[in-house]
C-alpha cells in the first residue's frame, strides 16, 4: 500500500508559521507528498521532504526559486494511478475548468489542483478532480483540509479535515 499526502495552499509563513499537527502526523506515514502550489517558500518543500518524498508545482504567488524548481504542470504515475497536478490559477473559466483544461491532452485518472482553498472532490467524464483545500487558510470553509490517496490494489482517496490545534 502506498500512502500519498496531497496539500495546496500552504501559505507559510504568510497565513501559518507552521504545518498543523494532522498534516504533520499524516507526512510521517507518507510514501510520497504531492503539493499543489502555493508554497510560499522553499522552506515549506524542505519541511515536507523530510517526511517523504515531495514533489509538486507552483502556484501564482510562490516566487521564482520555487516557479524553476517546480513548474506549472506534471504528471505523476504510481502503479496504476496517473495524478496529473497543476495549481489552477489563471484569468477567465473557474479554477476546476483551467484545471480540466491543461490536461485536456493527457491521459490522467486524477487532476489535483488547488488555488480556490476549496475542497473538491467529483467526477468528470471519467476524471476525478481533487483539491484537497488548505491545511492553514480554509477562508469560508468551515474546516482546514488536505488530500489522502492510498493505492494498493485499488485506490481510494479522501479529504481529511480539521479544526486549528
Not at 498534516?23 to 508554497?39: K, T
Not at 502556484?59 to 524553476?68: A, I, Q, S, T, Y
Request: proline share 4%.
Amino acid at each position: 500500500m502506498k500512502k500519498i499526502v496531497i496539500v495546496s495552499d500552504t501559505h507559510i509563513p504568510m497565513r501559518a508559521k507552521k504545518l498543523p499537527k494532522p498534516l504533520v502526523e499524516a507526512c510521517q506515514s507518507a510514501d510520497f507528498i504531492i503539493h499543489a502550489g502555493d508554497w510560499q517558500t522553499l522552506d515549506v518543500f524542505y519541511e515536507f521532504a523530510a517526511y517523504a518524498e515531495t514533489d509538486g508545482v507552483a502556484g501564482n504567488v510562490d516566487p521564482w526559486d520555487v516557479l524553476d524548481r517546480f513548474g506549472k504542470k506534471k504528471t505523476f504515475t504510481f502503479g496504476d494511478v496517473t495524478i496529473g497536478v497543476v495549481h489552477g490559477d489563471g484569468i477567465q473559466k473557474t479554477t476546476e475548468q483551467r484545471a480540466i483544461d491543461a490536461f485536456a491532452n493527457d491521459t490522467v485518472d486524477i487532476i489535483v489542483f488547488g488555488h480556490s482553498h476549496t475542497p473538491v472532490m467529483r467526477e468528470v467524464d471519467g476524471v476525478l478532480l481533487f483539491n484537497p483545500g488548505s491545511p492553514t487558510d480554509k477562508r469560508r470553509q468551515a474546516q482546514y483540509s488536505f488530500g489522502l490517496l492510498e493505492i494498493g490494489d485499488t485506490w481510494e482517496i479522501k479529504h481529511v479535515f480539521f479544526d486549528k490545534e
